[in-house]
């Protein structure tokens, strides 16, 4: 199956400061990119869709000034969590899909934030 | 709009036994259906995807079916073993550019 990474893999930092978290395909171009979050114990929640060269398109409830998605190339998406806060601590996940291989979605391993 | 929903939250069954997991979805009309396992702290892996024009998808011990018109799908799995103890999701997608949509998961535990 197709390979999606993502960097870093945790983090922690300090309330007030920016976090960018890069999302890659690594073997096939991925022309749309979706962005999850997950709270302790819960599902997987759809933050924004991102297309190549376009802007993303948010979910209801999702801070686009806060949550900065940028797919500027078919292979990378990139989610800039901006003045972060301890309620913003979270398993994000990205997702990739790619017309070679079908509309099937390719999950990368997530990133854990811990904003203290 | 999609919503997924897994019965039950939580199960624990002596290993060895054959159990079931419930997803339901609203929308029939659904493109593919995704069965997921997720370990605690840990990203999602893919275990059996069923299109849309399937019923049923297996892999080993993994056995998933599809239901549209009732609007449900069902993972089988054998021969339960300790390592099988993880929380599983369900995805749906409506059409081929959406998003899967998650249910909340089944939290499941096989005692040794």
């Known amino acids: 199956g197709a390979v999606v990474s993502q960097h870093p893999s945790r983090v922690i930092c300090k309330s007030g400061t920016s976090v960018k978290i890069e999302c890659r395909s690594l073997d096939f171009q991925a022309t749309t990119m979706f962005w999850y979050r997950q709270f302790p114990k819960q599902s997987l929640m759809l933050m924004a869709t991102s297309n190549e060269g376009s802007k993303a398109t948010y979910e209801q409830g999702v801070e686009k000034d806060k949550f900065l998605i940028n797919h500027a190339s078919l292979t990378l998406s990139t989610l800039t969590v901006a003045s972060a806060h301890p309620e913003d601590s979270s398993f994000y996940i990205c997702?990739?899909?790619?017309?070679?291989?079908?509309?099937?979605?390719?999950f990368g391993p997530g990133t854990r934030l811990t904003v203290l | 709009k999609q919503e997924v929903t897994q019965i039950p939250a939580a199960l624990s069954v002596p290993e060895g036994e054959n159990l079931v997991l419930n997803c339901s979805f609203t929308d029939s009309a659904i493109y593919n259906l995704q069965w997921f396992r997720q370990d605690p702290g840990k990203g999602l892996t893919s275990l059996l995807l069923i299109q849309s024009s399937q019923r049923e998808q297996t892999s080993g011990r993994l056995n998933a079916s599809l239901d549209k018109s009732s609007g449900r799908s069902t993972l089988y799995i054998a021969a339960s073993q300790p390592g099988d103890s993880a929380t599983y999701l369900c995805a749906a997608k409506t059409s081929g550019n959406t998003p899967l949509v998650f249910g909340k998961g089944t939290r499941l535990s096989v005692i040794a």
């Open positions: 997702s990739a899909r790619g017309d070679r291989v079908g509309n099937e979605q390719f």
